[in-house]
Each structure stands twice: as structure tokens, then as C-alpha cells.
């Protein structure tokens, strides 16, 4: 079932008036404007508590657990020799206080 297609019509080109010299002169600037942006609030949303995926009690020995543990003791070992040189300052300016008042 072929069907035709009838045939285009041609149309022929219509001239605009051209514009008038009165339109020219009236034409008129308009400012534009421009709309402040509002803060809009954030919705409000709840938060849900997730349920844990392990026990608090649990103990799982990873790498960062051995990073902590390596820490804990670099720290303590600190503390420790500060404490013995305080300790050693402390005898020595004692040890000089009894010489000076002993001569």
C-alpha cells in the first residue's frame, strides 16, 4: 500500500514593513532585576541509631590494634626515662646542696 505524497506547494516570500522611525526613538531601557537568593533552612532529617555489627566486648586483633598497642608502650618507655632523669637531676642538685653548705 503505497501512498502519495501530495506536492509541496511553494510559497512565495512575503516583504516586512519596515519599521517605522517613531519606533526607532521610543525605545526605552529597562533596568534589569535581579532576585536576592534566599536562604532556604535545611530539612530536618532524624537520625536512625545503627545496630553494631560486633559486641563491645568482642576483641578483634588488627593491624591498627597493633599500631595502638606499639604507641601505648613507645609512650610509656617516654615517661619512664623522664622520670629517671628527673630523678638523677634531682639527687645531683641535692648532692650539690649538701656540698655547698657543708664548706
Known sequence: MATTKAAAT?????KKAPAS????????TTKKVTKKAV???PE???FKVAKS?????DFK???QTIYWIILIAFIIFAQLWIIKLQ???GSLLGSQQTQITTN
Open 53 to 57: 555489627s560486633q559486641k563491645f566486648t
Open 61 to 63: 586483633l588488627s593491624r
Open 87 to 89: 630523678v638523677d637531676i
Open 21 to 28: 522611525a517613531a519606533s526607532k526613538k521610543k525605545s526605552v
Open 39 to 41: 536562604a532556604q533552612s
Open 10 to 14: 511553494k510559497k512565495t516570500p512575503t
Open 44 to 46: 530536618v532529617r532524624s
